[in-house]
């Protein structure tokens, strides 16, 4: 019988790699150099031991090792650490990458490398070792140090980094031949369809494993998570972009769940193997002639390697407000090159832009920084003292005063930035989604329609399908405003003008796709589309149904997207029942209520969304006041909204001169219901909280907040709702109250007699 040549070579690398890999363990060295050196030594450039024949089948297997490896750094990845990642970190990355890869680039140039050679070099060199430098850290015990943890935080942002360079790559690669032009174009429509690809990844992915985890084994769960993996390799490669980035964006959104980490447990043998093959394939390219030719620029990298990236990651640190000990500290560990750089080789081979020579150059420059990086992070308090000794007193106390109040700075956070982040997020996701539709019924269903039903049914047909699938994103763009919103606006009346914009920039987007699709699909002339365009954005607003099932679409995605976290918490506080500190309670007093319109504003609800829960009045208390309710000079008020919100109202109310300032401090809701009993409240007079669980036999259960009747059936309010484990506070008046919600309602006696009389209130 015989054996088929590619089991025997798998059998000759298996054994190689783990022969190497012990021995490099002994010698506590990095695994991957173990692998590296295996893969040279059964190459065909070393003829002493026995080698492998089948190098095509090899490279097969190595492209599923790189597969494997991107799937694994994304499930350690996730995008809510990303989100945490701080401004240090990012601040850091982004020096070190762009210095490094003009640096490489021009260095490239200046060695007689090819364009493409250079641009691959520059970012082969931006891009440290996450592996190395984690290990390193482990071995010196410097995980938890200051410089340690803003390292991390930075190779987080560098692995970002990594996969727009694969797209960009790709896109320079393929794009090659065209103008600047038609490149930007290509590139800027990935970097869309990666917009729109992960969104839809993020609220479908997640909800298919909630769905089935009753049903799954683990073998089954196994099984699944590798048909995800291929699944996005696939979707990727359609789309134009490497398999790289579609196992990577697989990983990373199956790791914001709550099976993420069982995942990446049972695949990290699966990724240990084949990322062994990779790793292997790599040290079969390098040819020891090239060791000889290139020796010099192999050097000569190696050396501004080391340099720039310990130079450019102090001063990031430096600019990010750090002290001059942790940028020390952090830069010694960034001098070295790494698996990334590897992944970015072989992209530049497989689409045949990169020179034979550029793979095993970058691998014996990769090895030097590797084996010189535990030198680094060992001597960085010995080069730190040097350089204290040796800076001039003036230079270190400038720096000193610069690095404190940019710390300070940093630490503070910002109202705006915090709302400018959301509000672009938000708005490039649903706009990338709009475009999308757009130009899938342009370019794909109207041609079908006009072919099928004729040019004038056909074009209106597709324009109604569109508009239908655009609406509820719309909906979504426009319909609610946030906490943080809601607080700058009452703030300061000089942040209205720049909201209203704002609002105006997403609504102009939205009308400008409306009619872009009717312009397209209908032969109309564009002044009569303008009116129907603005009747349908009306809609979009103002719909109650429309507005609920788009809050509902991104309550979904908010709980897929921090699904573990939600399932973390609920785990920490299963036997806690509580209103989180984000509602809060504030009282305030008038000393004028009868001829000032800005008094009534700001106790009319239904602009503010602050609730006046209490109203005390010559000592009597009169709870859960209607808008009927008069509002009489000498009244003590108590509004009651999300902490972000309460302490905008609270600057509105300074101002006004008709209403005494807050004498207290606002207080949680919690603390708030607990203080009654105290300062003497009768129990007939005191304030309640109360927690319903929301079945389907429930009057108030499938329709809106707005709607369900609550506050008139049972004299409460509504202030907030868990579902699947997301808490709501102070949700908008459109969300749809579901089975399975947990509703949290505030009222007094009376709302708790009703309670009690339907059968809903009970003890959870």
């Not at 994304?74 to 990355?93: C, D, N, R, Y």
């Not at 482990?138 to 560098?158: F, I, P």
Request: net charge neutral.
């Amino acid at each position: 019988m015989h054996l088929d040549t590619f089991v025997i070579d798998l059998a000759l690398i298996m054994g190689a790699s783990a022969v190497i890999s012990i021995l490099f363990r002994k010698l506590h060295l990095p695994t991957v150099l173990g692998y590296i050196t295996a893969g040279f030594l059964i190459s065909p450039h070393f003829t002493l031991l026995p080698t492998v024949v089948a190098t095509d089948n090899v490279q097969t297997w190595s492209t599923i090792g790189i597969v494997f490896l991107m799937f694994g750094l994304g499930l350690e990845f996730s995008f809510v650490k990303l989100s945490k990642v701080g401004s240090s970190a990012i601040i850091t990355a982004m020096t070190v990458m762009s210095g490094m890869v003009v640096i490489g680039i021009a260095l490239g140039h200046a060695l007689g490398f090819g364009r493409m050679d250079a641009i691959f070099l520059g970012c082969m060199l931006s891009m440290s070792s996450t592996m190395i430098i984690m290990k390193a850290f482990e071995e010196y015990g410097l995980k938890e140090d200051r410089a340690s943890s803003l390292v991390l935080g930075a190779l987080v942002v560098e692995d970002v980094g990594g996969i727009f360079m694969i797209i960009v790559l790709s896109a320079i690669s393929v794009g090659s031949g065209v103008s600047g032009g038609e490149l930007a174009g290509k590139l800027g429509f990935m970097l869309l369809m990666l917009v729109v690809w992960l969104a839809l990844g993020i609220y479908l992915l997640p909800t298919l494993l909630k769905k089935t985890r009753g049903m799954l084994s683990e073998e089954s769960l196994l099984i699944l998570a590798l048909a995800i993996c291929f699944g996005m390799v696939v979707i990727s490669h359609v789309i134009g972009f490497s398999e790289a980035l579609g196992a990577f964006m697989g990983g990373s959104i199956l790791a914001g769940t709550v099976s993420g980490e069982q995942i990446e447990e049972m695949v990290k043998p699966l990724k240990d193997m084949f990322g062994a093959v990779f790793f292997v394939s790599v040290g079969m390219m390098i040819i020891p002639s090239y060791l000889i030719e290139y020796i010099g620029p192999i050097l000569l990298l190696s050396a501004v390697t080391i340099i720039g990236q310990m130079a450019l990651s102090t001063l990031g640190i430096l600019l990010s407000g750090q002290s001059g000990y942790t940028a020390v500290k952090g830069g010694s560990a960034m001098v070295q090159i790494g698996e990334f750089s590897f992944i970015l080789a072989a992209l530049g081979r497989d689409l045949g832009v990169t020179g034979e020579y550029l793979l095993p150059v970058i691998v014996l420059v990769a090895v030097i920084t590797i084996f010189l990086t535990p030198v680094f992070i060992k001597t960085a308090e010995k080069r730190y003292a040097f350089l204290q000794r040796h800076i001039p007193d003036k230079w270190l106390a400038v720096l000193s005063k610069y690095t404190s109040e940019r710390r300070d700075a940093s630490d503070n956070s910002s109202d705006w930035k915090h709302y400018m982040a959301t509000y672009t997020v938000r708005t490039v996701v649903i706009g990338a989604i709009l475009f999308l539709l757009y130009f899938a019924g342009y370019t794909r269903v109207l041609p079908v329609f006009r072919e099928r039903f004729g040019d004038l049914t056909g074009g209106a047909l597709c324009c109604l399908l569109t508009i239908v699938l655009m609406i509820p994103l719309i909906s979504l763009l426009l319909g609610r405003r946030s906490a943080t919103f809601k607080k700058l606006w009452l703030s300061s009346t000089t942040n209205r003008m720049p909201l209203t914009l704002l609002r105006a920039l997403q609504m102009g987007l939205s009308l400008f796709f409306i009619m872009l699709v009717m312009i397209r699909t209908l032969p109309v002339n564009v002044l009569w589309l303008i009116p129907v365009s603005l009747l349908l954005l009306a809609v979009a607003v103002r719909s109650d149904f429309l507005r609920g099932q788009s809050l509902k679409i991104e309550a979904r995605f908010m709980a897929n997207f921090n699904e573990k976290i939600l399932h973390s918490r609920k785990e920490t506080w299963k036997n806690e029942h509580w209103l989180d500190d984000r509602v809060c309670v504030v009282r305030f007093g008038l000393d004028d209520a009868g001829n000032t319109t800005n008094v009534r504003l700001l106790l009319d609800d239904r602009i503010n969304d602050v609730l006046i829960i209490k109203i005390v009045r010559d000592g009597k208390h009169i709870n859960m006041p209607g808008p009927e309710e008069a509002i009489r000079t000498g009244d003590m008020l108590y509004a009651m909204a999300g902490r972000e919100q309460l302490s905008g109202y609270i600057k509105a109310l300074e101002r006004e001169e008709h209403i005494k300032e807050p004498d207290e401090p606002m207080v949680t809701l919690r603390e708030y219901i607990l203080a009654q009993a105290f300062y003497g409240i009768q129990p007939e007079d005191q304030i309640m909280v109360s927690a319903i669980q929301v079945d389907k036999e429930m009057s108030f259960s499938g329709h809106s907040i707005r709607n369900c009747g609550f506050k008139n059936d049972y004299k409460g309010f509504i202030v907030a709702l868990e579902r699947e484990n997301l808490s709501i506070v102070d949700p908008p008046l459109d969300t749809i109250i579901e089975p399975k919600d947990l509703l949290w309602v505030v009222g007094g006696q009376e709302m708790a007699q009703h309670l009690l009389e339907d059968g809903i209130l009970g003890d959870l």
